[in-house]
């Protein structure tokens, strides 16, 4: 370590800063009122040390006279004194060794059972179920490169995203910075692609990755950045075709979807290839010769779909007799069955998608002017007690959202995880499994109607929000009834507000629902705190799922906490077009 290292480490010490302050003052120099500072510092730890030390040793040297003039006087008491203490010395040794043993076998036998669960789940991901796959993937890795620190693993349709953070190589740890520059990017691109060939070696379902490396520094102009480095897209077919032991990580790269800026202060590349045509010019020349077809960044946001093809009501019976694994369908055969299933539940398909890994996305629309919209839907078969994770539902929550969808469906001819339900109550998604898609199928189908009120009678007052407020109660009331919700309570609160428990009886997008209603000036915008306090009051009643009535309008920040707190929303011209004026 330099001098100027331990300068800096003495200089932390208690009352050196004071010292350094006082030579100042005295009207030193900045050097040597810190080098001062750092000698009489280092002067006050050597005495320190040596009085410390002088205490101890002559501590243990009076214990020891004391006890060896004793023995002197007193022989047959030392030597019985003698062997006890030999006899607690070996009897103390074996039990820590005996312990140690203990533990050591304790651990080895977590370690088996730990890799025996890690293989049962990768048999599991070898048939398809991708919900285990960050599990076995960060044990196997942990495995072979334990220095790799993941951030983040998603998985959405059998493509993994994974994120891992940057190892870094300072000035502080001692070398020229140049050699430390290449220190850092050698080891980017070697952990890059151990990371690519574990998540291949897991599964050969998985057609490619997407791998981001991750880094915050501050650029050449001063700016703070803090995000991925290097993101890079792997398709397996071009990473089975590349000679490994030939090339180099970085070759190796370049072969795939590769996009690389660290933005470090040094240069990447020598004065003659400072320029960035030349460098993509050089690694192409460089770069394996493999032929790849990249696909077009841009992709249409209907392309696959196909309109529904409805089976006939005669195989659907057929296909659900007591005894038929949904799972042993074929595919075309399964898409027919769900498609039936959601027009039984009073669904109109829009279109149907088979995406790669035997799973098919449905556009569906649920015609219902409050809770209804336009849903996404994802079904796929797996084994009766396959468990389907919690991974594969926020990744349809997050397309969802991305889609701007009311909400998403995920149906499964296996069955849910614990985690899975539980998470279901915070995001806009609904389950259904093997179980409930054949109860469903064997029901009777929902009934989607609801009506139009007309209010056509004498002095009944038409303006929401000037209405008394049991006139207003029971104008609510009507209004959950007409719209096919089950009103189990309704009560007024302080503040003029009106609250209720309400269900919507829908199998699969039903539910309980705390209904809050408050009368407002027509012209006013309600904001975000009306969403936040219907949240608290659906936690008092155990209820997952909110509607918000209000006779006014609803402000923008309004509108998007309710996308995320699985708030409905009705303001004043939707409840005054149900409530048709003639």
């Given at each position: ?101 203990k533990g050591k076998k304790e651990k080895e036998y977590l370690e088996r059972q730990e890799r025996h669960k890690i293989h049962e789940k990768h048999q599991h991901i070898h048939k398809g179920a991708m919900g285990n796959f960050e599990e076995v993937f960060r044990f196997r890795l942990a495995e072979k490169y334990p220095h ?211 799973t098919i996305q449905i556009q569906a629309d649920f015609h219902h002017p409050v809770i209804g919209g336009n849903f996404i839907i994802l079904a796929r078969q797996y084994p009766e007690t396959t468990p389907v994770h919690a991974d594969l539902v926020r990744a349809l929550d997050e397309q969802a959202r991305e889609e701007s ?152 920040d309004a509108r998007a906490l309710a996308r995320f707190s699985g708030v409905e929303l009705v303001d004043r011209n939707l409840w005054e077009n149900l409530r048709r004026h003639i």
């Open positions: 370590m330099s001098s100027n290292k331990w300068v800096k480490i003495l200089l932390k010490v208690p009352g050196a800063s004071k010292v350094r302050a006082h030579l100042l003052k005295e009207g030193h120099t900045e050097l040597e009122a810190e080098n001062g500072a750092a000698v009489m510092t280092g002067l006050f730890i050597f005495l320190l040390v040596i009085v410390f030390n002088s205490f101890i040793y002559g501590s243990a040297r009076r214990t020891l006279n004391l006890a060896w003039i004793y023995c002197q006087e007193n022989p047959t008491q030392g030597v019985v004194i003698g062997l006890v203490g030999t006899m607690v010395f070996f009897i103390a040794l074996f039990i820590y060794l005996g312990v140690r043993s790799i620190e993941i951030k983040t693993v998603h998985t959405v349709d059998a493509i993994p995203r994974i994120r891992f953070q940057v190892q870094r190589f300072n000035t502080e740890l001692g070398g020229p910075v140049d050699q430390n520059y290449e220190l850092f990017r050698d080891t980017l691109f070697s952990d890059t692609l151990h990371v690519i060939e574990t998540v291949f070696g897991i599964t050969e379902n998985i057609p490619s990755v997407n791998v981001d490396a991750l880094m915050n520094f501050i650029s050449r102009t001063a700016k703070y950045y803090d995000g991925a480095v290097l993101s890079v897209k792997a398709d397996r077919d071009v990473f089975n075709r590349i000679d490994r032991a030939k090339f180099k990580p970085f070759k190796i790269l370049t072969a795939f979807d590769l996009r690389y800026n660290d933005g470090m202060e040094v240069q990447a590349f020598p004065e003659e290839e400072s320029k960035t045509a030349k460098i993509l010019e050089r690694i192409k020349e460089k770069a394996p010769r493999i032929n790849v077809r990249y696909e077009d960044a841009k992709v249409k946001v209907n392309d696959g779909w196909e309109k529904p093809k409805f089976a006939d009501e005669a195989f659907i019976k057929q296909e659900t007799l007591k005894g038929k694994e949904l799972n042993a369908l074929p595919l075309p055969k399964f898409q027919e069955l769900i498609l039936h299933f959601l027009s039984k539940m009073s669904f109109d398909v829009l279109g149907v998608k088979n995406i790669p890994g035997g969808c009311k909400r998403g469906i995920y149906i499964v001819t296996g069955r849910f995880t614990e985690e899975a339900k539980n998470i279901t109550k915070k995001l806009a998604i609904d389950l259904v499994d093997g179980e409930r898609l054949t109860s469903s199928l064997e029901g009777p189908p929902f009934d989607s109607r609801w009506t139009f009120r007309v209010i056509d009678e004498k002095g009944v007052q038409t303006d929401l929000s000037k209405m008394p407020l049991m006139s207003f109660e029971k104008e609510v009331d009507l209004f959950l009834k007409s719209l096919g919700f089950r009103v189990e309570k309704i009560r007024r609160v302080p503040g003029g507000a009106i609250v209720a428990v309400a269900e919507f009886p829908h199998p699969i997008s039903g539910g309980k629902f705390t209904v809050m209603a408050r009368q407002f000036p027509a012209d006013e915008r309600v904001n975000a705190e009306l969403v936040s306090e219907l949240g608290h009051v659906m936690n008092s009643e155990f209820c997952h799922r909110g509607l918000l009535m209000v006779t006014s309008d609803y402000a923008m």
